[in-house]
């Protein structure tokens, strides 16, 4: 049995491709096992090469320009038929320009008017609406495509010259003559004949701001799941760097390569390298990383009912849009009820829940979690491929991700750079299956069984004891709470409780409300009563823990200013409040006063806090 699937004929029984970093993931076909046999032998090593990323180092927004140059072979054109793994609909004159150069500029930059010709929907969006979308305004990207050009040689020069499997130029990912890299040196050579390339610079600083080389024919990544023993005679998209000098006194940097048959979710993917992000899905493999809840997973091949594979790419993810710029968290550092996110896709807000003494002391937190509203707006109307193939309702609500910055990566799903906190993970064999956490491997599970990219019940608020996953999640959505104690749950990565409790997590239309407090876990040493803490000019609370009185000595001087002093309990409330300029003050705790106590002393700009424990039940306030 074969499968239209994406532009590509699939077979039924097609096994998954290999994943590379800084590479698009593994679509994957819609149904199928691995066939009996087959190794999954990506090219890690040579992909790793010539992968070259950095964080970004100012925000993306502005305009970026981008030179876009179409390049096909003496012996395989850009409307061939003659080749039997690659399904090309260019000679349905239904379809109209499809893969012709007008096709990929309205495709890219068209504005608020493209239609995929291969979906039902009447707009589907380009790549241009994408980034604007997602950044919220901030950043629009402009091109012009060049092209049909035809390459200096037939495809077999570029890769797998030597016809053998497993050798240094298979997918044209060698580092000689014989590679990809030869061909987009040759691709920008013939642009720059036919255009000043000065005018895809867009910031000024001497080198081209992006550029994306289409390749005739499909990608080897693609034919690797339908004609395994071919795919080495194919193209390997990818993102990397080239050294070139044009005529016109610009640089060529940073470029992607990627196939004729590629929809938007392809570029949008590549171009997040360009600007700097790392892949966000599990790069060698063994799980799924954040799966389809951000563009740097897998949400590059997200789309909407009826319409074609990757033509609704989902939104980059909350983290993703903060180190671009597009997106300020605001930081919660003390309890509140009722917190309100708005729908991310419309509105550039999210939260961050990290140890508060962190912030009190000017640091910034290694690891914390994000909270943002995800919708069914925008390019997000394509969430999530399960959902959307199975025809079950698609998913909706607040999305926590733990962020652990000490980590740079995404392939080891016990230790993530970021990791989605699925609300409904499944029971299974007497413990907790979290689908994003494992492969969604063809040999190992029926598709999407025990493995998926993004469900239904991953948002809050999430379903309860969820048992089987091929059966649709279900009923009422009544876990509406994360903290130490549930699962998934809010300790750091490296087990320590964080006392981050969100509770009441509640969907009303599309807002999220919730409520949010904090029970720190404190290491309770038992020093004398009497006992001071070291000169410091922050603030101090003694003796710690306390019982019958807390003395509390202020940041500054006795004279120098007024200081604020609130004592808020572990829940966030306040209990007593003073003010002095004398450097020191004195509480002594209502009955019962037992419990874990913040001290916050604030004066004019300037903001102190300290957590102190109490033992025993104290005094009636003096």
Not at 50 to 71: E, M, N
Not at 90 to 104: A, I, K, M, N, W
Not at 435 to 449: T, V
Not at 464 to 470: E, L, M, S, T
């Amino acid at each position: 049995m074969a499968l239209v699937f994406w532009g590509v004929m699939v077979s039924g029984n097609s096994a998954l491709r290999a994943q590379g970093r800084g590479f698009m993931p593994v679509p994957g076909p819609p149904a199928g096992r691995l066939a009996k046999g087959h190794r999954l032998p990506p090219p890690y090593d040579r992909l790793q090469k010539l992968q070259r990323l950095s964080q970004p180092s100012k925000p993306a927004t502005g305009l970026r320009k981008i030179l876009v140059v179409l390049i096909d072979f003496p012996d395989y054109t850009w409307d061939t038929q003659a080749d039997s793994n690659f399904y090309n609909p260019v000679t349905d004159s239904s379809l109209g320009d499809l893969h012709r150069p007008e096709y990929f500029q309205r495709m890219l930059f068209s504005l608020s008017s493209f239609r995929d010709p291969l979906s039902k929907s009447s707009y589907t969006g380009s790549f241009r609406d994408f980034y604007r979308q997602n950044s919220y305004g901030m950043l629009d990207v402009q091109g012009t495509v060049f092209g049909w050009f035809r390459a200096a040689h037939e495809l077999r020069y570029y890769c797998n010259t030597d016809g053998l499997p497993n050798t240094a130029d298979d997918y044209g990912l060698g580092g000689g003559e014989h590679s990809a890299a030869t061909l987009v040196r040759e691709a920008v050579a013939l642009a720059d004949r036919a255009a000043d390339l000065s005018q895809f610079d867009g910031d000024g600083d001497g080198v081209v701001d992006a550029l994306f080389v289409v390749h005739a024919g499909p990608g080897a990544e693609e034919v690797y799941t339908q004609n395994y023993s071919a795919h080495y005679d194919y193209l390997w998209s990818h993102q990397s760097q080239i050294s070139y000098r044009s005529a016109d006194g610009v640089r060529v940097d940073r470029y992607t390569l990627q196939p004729e048959n590629g929809t938007i979710g392809v570029f949008c993917h590549e171009f997040g390298h360009v600007l700097g992000l790392p892949d966000l899905y599990d790069t060698d493999g063994s799980s799924e990383g954040i799966g389809e809840w951000g563009l740097m997973g897998s949400g590059g091949w997200c789309f909407a009912p009826g319409d074609r594979l990757g033509t609704s790419p989902a939104h980059f993810c909350a983290w993703s849009k903060w180190r671009l710029g597009w997106l300020h968290p605001a930081r919660l550092a003390a309890a509140e009820t009722g917190v309100l996110l708005e729908p991310v896709e419309e509105v550039p807000r999210a939260l961050m829940l990290a140890d508060p003494q962190i912030w009190a002391e000017g640091g910034q937190p290694q690891e914390f979690f994000l909270l943002e509203n995800r919708q069914l707006l925008g390019f997000d109307r394509g969430l999530t491929r399960r959902q959307v193939e199975l025809h079950k309702p698609q998913p909706h609500g607040l999305v926590i991700y733990n962020i652990n910055q000490a980590v740079t990566e995404n392939n080891n799903e016990n230790r993530r750079l970021v990791d989605v906190e699925e609300a409904s993970p499944v029971w299974v064999g007497g413990d907790w299956y979290e689908n994003l956490d494992h492969p969604r491997d063809l040999s190992r599970y029926q598709f999407l069984n025990q493995g998926n990219r993004g469900d239904n019940g991953d948002p809050f608020p999430g379903f309860r004891q969820v048992v089987d996953d091929w059966t649709d999640f279900s009923g009422p959505r009544t876990k509406d709470t994360f903290s130490d104690s549930t699962h998934p749950g809010s300790k750091w990565s490296d087990g320590r409780p964080s006392g981050i409790v969100l509770s009441g997590i509640r969907e009303e239309g599309q807002r999220i409300l919730l409520d949010v407090s904090f029970s720190f876990p404190v290491k309770v040493a038992n020093p004398a009563q009497n006992s001071r803490p070291p000169e410091t000019p922050k603030l101090a609370v003694y003796p710690n823990p306390a019982r019958e009185h807390v003395t509390i000595r202020l940041p500054d001087k006795p004279g120098t200013r007024q200081w604020t002093v609130t004592i808020f309990n572990a829940l966030g409330r306040r209990v007593w409040q003073a003010k002095s300029a004398s450097g020191i003050l004195e509480w002594f705790p209502d009955t019962p006063g037992s419990g874990i106590y913040w001290a916050v002393a604030n004066s004019g700009q300037r903001r102190y806090t300290c957590k102190f424990v109490v033992l025993g039940r104290g005094k009636a306030a003096r």
